[in-house]
């Protein structure tokens, strides 16, 4: 299993920008590692993804250009800069770890494809 920790969130204004970390540790399976993010009253949402062993990215129709995720060398710890920032990106972020080649952007961004799950970030942006 892995434990995954997140930190980084905050309250911001519309316009503005946070990082998002994810630190990961225990079993070493995984070779996609997740955002999700979920609003009161709303489904979980896939924001952004990455492949872990060969580094393609996959994000969101909503925070495409605005988002960017990344990874460190040691693949143990992965980001999420946060640009641009709505109100409607306000929510509990989610880090996720799973086991899968996806085929396509929306399985990489299907909830139920990863296996471990972050206790989450809260994430407020006010107008």
């Known amino acids: 299993q892995v434990q995954l920790v997140e930190s980084g969130g905050g309250s911001v204004q519309a316009g503005g920008s946070l990082r998002l970390s994810c630190v990961a540790s225990?079993?070493?399976?995984?070779?996609?590692m997740g955002w999700f993010r979920q609003a009161p009253g709303k489904e979980r949402e896939g924001v952004a993804a990455?492949?872990?062993?060969?580094?393609?990215?996959y994000y969101g129709d909503s925070v495409k250009g605005r988002f960017t995720i990344s990874r460190d060398s040691g693949k143990t710890t992965v980001y999420l800069q946060m640009n641009s920032l709505k109100p409607e990106d306000t929510g509990t972020y989610y880090c996720a770890a799973g086991s899968f080649v996806p085929a396509s952007d929306i399985k990489a961004l299907t909830a139920d494809k990863y296996r471990d799950w972050g206790q989450g970030t809260q994430v407020t942006v006010s107008s």
């Open positions: 990455i492949y872990l062993t060969g580094g393609h990215k």
């Open positions: 225990g079993d070493t399976y995984r070779n996609m």
